[in-house]
Nanobody, 116 residues
Framework: QVQLVESGGGLVEPGGSLTLSCAAS????????MRWYRRAPGKGRDLVAY????????DFHDSVKGRFAISRDSAKNTVYLQMSSLKPEDTAAYFC?????????WGQGTQVFVSS
């Protein structure tokens, strides 16, 4: 059974940093690309970051380029989203995602609040 469990959210001041984690289980983690999405209050879900199965390719939403990084640790079956220079508009629920043979799997999300 595929499980994705996000953690690391919280309240941070503008300009601060936060690292989100997504612990994966129930599948061969190293075989699949992983994604981070976010849903801001009153808005739809946006793809924030992508990392290939091997970790050699990454991509980011334009709004977070240069501020966010994505990485993965196959030994820990975990994908990370390192967020820096956070802005109030980064406030959202963040979800990790794995797309496997057309089936999309989601975690429960972790909330990030950026406010002074």
């Amino acid at each position: 059974q595929v499980q994705l469990v996000e953690s690391g959210g919280g309240l941070v001041e503008p300009g601060g940093s936060l690292t989100l984690s997504c612990a994966a289980s129930g599948f061969i983690f190293s075989a699949y690309a992983m994604r981070w999405y976010r849903r801001a209050p009153g808005k739809g879900r946006d793809l924030v970051a992508y990392i290939s199965s091997t970790g050699d390719k990454t991509d980011f939403h334009d709004s977070v380029k240069g501020r966010f990084a994505i990485s993965r640790d196959s030994a820990k079956n975990t994908v990370y989203l390192q967020m820096s220079s956070l802005k109030p508009e980064d406030t959202a629920a963040y979800f990790c995602n794995s797309l496997q043979q057309g089936q999309s799997y989601w975690g429960q999300g972790t909330q990030v609040f950026v406010s002074s």
